[in-house]
């Protein structure tokens, strides 16, 4: 188990994140503070995604020319830059700004932790340690939501943003112990642009690595699905409280980042990565279709069961899903997760939406999770069908 470069991994994933949910979090003492709509907190996440979606794509050449501790460095800079002028923002425009400075390194911080994984990881285990990385998604989004509102009021929301500051320049200072050895793969005279943003997508000339970005993409899309309308349809539809709502996407989030792992173990020990995927996709095709029948003479314990089934499926995949982007890649493992990087943030930004659209015209949850787990189930098919040779 390589330790040290997973624990820096995790930690650097857990920090970004919980920057880029810290706006979200504390969007309501914010919305107060500067006289604005707290819903304008997911125009913020929005941009740091579209600007992650660059970033992903034109990382490679970066994180070969100057190595991967050096990219993950940039990330947790890019990320204090986000703290700093958020903390300081008197206007919309400026949190705007600090959005785009996240998303700058945002999209950096999966390929240079793959490339960074990779020679320090035996093959055996690649697929667990990469969804113990991935962790730190959901641990990020479960950090800002516990640690930063308590802080409001003796510090006020300014003051909680900038606590982050501490652990996040502190793994900056750390990172330089290991960098030589770490970053001893680098290739110095390589150029670190030119046609950067075409490279990952050359990648897709590989069938298997078509089929996974696909997947990717679907998969991707129907997990933030999940985390956009489940308390609302909860509320809207089933009658539930707020609190009790809450509480079930909690467990849809903590069941995600609880099977991961061993979703990763699954896949090194007894199926292939590809098997495993096409397993969370009908998994979650199910768990879509179950929750588009949610209604109010549900009982509130069977819900909660649903939510911890998809929260196995639709929030635990990426972990094998980067580990196969790393394999597939083989030399330009690098590229393939910045591709893969890239088709998940691209979802992020175009499934809910669309969904919210399909709700309204469709008159009801129900038709519309029934076509995502079509595609969810299109997504498994392909996974798994012969490649011609």
């Known amino acids: 188990m390589p330790v040290w470069p997973l624990a820096s991994t995790l930690a650097t994933q857990t920090l970004a994140t919980m920057a880029l949910y810290s706006l979200p979090t504390l969007a309501p003492a914010v919305a107060a503070d500067l006289d604005v709509p ?50 300081t923002a008197g206007s919309v425009g400026q949190l705007a700004l600090a959005a785009f400075v996240l998303g700058i390194a945002y999209g950096a911080s999966a390929p240079a932790s793959t490339h960074l994984l990779v020679p320090h990881t035996p093959r055996a285990i690649f697929n667990m ?49 290991p960098r030589r050895r770490w970053d001893s ?37 129907l997990q933030l699905t999940f985390v956009a309308f489940m308390t609302v349809h909860l509320t809207s539809v089933v009658r ?31 199926i292939t990565p590809s098997q495993t995927l096409a397993v969370h996709g009908v998994g979650m095709a199910v768990a879509a279709i179950t929750v588009g029948q949610f209604g109010p003479d549900w009982p509130v314990a069977v819900l909660f069961g649903v939510a911890i089934f998809a929260g196995c499926t639709a929030c635990a995949y990426t972990g094998v899903a980067y580990a196969e982007f790393a394999a597939l890649g083989g030399a330009r493992r690098t590229e393939a997760t910045g591709l893969g990087t890239a088709m998940m943030f691209a979802a992020v930004m175009v499934v809910p939406p669309l ?32 490649v011609r040779r």
Not at 129 to 146: D, E, N
């Open 38 to 87: 707290g819903t304008l907190a997911g125009g913020f996440v929005a941009i740091a995604y579209g600007v992650g979606i660059v970033s992903a794509l034109t990382s490679p050449g970066l994180i070969r020319r100057y190595g991967g501790v050096r990219a993950i460095q940039a990330v947790l800079v890019s990320a204090t830059g986000m703290v700093v002028m958020a903390s």
């Open 129 to 177: 340690v990469m969804s113990l990385r991935q962790i730190g998604v959901p641990l990020g989004g479960v950090c800002a939501a516990l640690l930063l509102p308590p802080l409001v009021t003796p510090l006020g929301w300014r003051g909680a943003l900038a606590l982050e500051l501490i652990p996040a320049v502190a793994l900056i200072l750390l990172m330089e112990i």
């Open 185 to 221: 793969d680098r290739e110095p005279g390589r150029p670190a642009f030119g046609r950067t943003l075409a490279q990952p997508f050359l990648m897709l000339r590989d069938p298997r690595i078509q089929r996974l970005s696909y997947a990717s993409f679907i998969y991707s899309g």
């Open 240 to 270: 539930l409280d707020l609190v009790t709502a809450g509480q079930i996407l909690a467990v849809y989030q903590i069941a995600g980042s609880v099977s991961r792992p061993i979703w990763g173990w699954v896949a090194d020990r007894f």
């Open 355 to 386: 969904f919210g659209v399909g709700v309204g015209l469709l008159g009801g949850y129900g038709p519309g999770y029934v076509l995502v787990a079509l595609l969810a189930l299109t997504a498994a098919a392909a996974l798994v069908w012969p």
